[in-house]
């Protein structure tokens, strides 16, 4: 199994942040078949062989995935996809790398 690990910190309001994290994630949902619920600041992300989440909180926002052995292939370029569309999304000057 393997496991992918993105943090960004941040200084964007909350409603901004929270529609950006939403962003990333739809779009990684629907190309790998991943179903995502919403409870407070944390996205919960589940699929027959992934199971993790992503935060979004004042100051940073994470992503932790668990990829079963039938996705760890695809790792490195799972990974590669989110950590672009986070750097298209948020504002240079609001992020900083972790």
């Known amino acids: ?52 989440y992503l935060h979004a909180d004042a100051e940073s926002i994470k992503i932790k995935l668990k990829l079963g052995i039938l996705l760890f292939p695809v790792s490195f370029v799972l990974k590669q996809s989110i950590e672009e569309t986070l750097d298209e999304l948020l504002p240079t000057a609001a992020c900083s790398y972790r």
Not at 24 to 39: F, H
């Open 1 to 52: 199994m393997g496991s992918i690990e993105i943090i960004r910190d941040h200084s964007l309001p909350h409603h901004q942040i929270i529609r950006i994290a939403d962003k990333v994630m739809v779009d990684i949902a629907q190309e790998y078949d991943l179903k995502l619920e919403w409870q407070g600041d944390k996205l919960h992300i589940q699929h027959a062989h992934t199971r993790g």
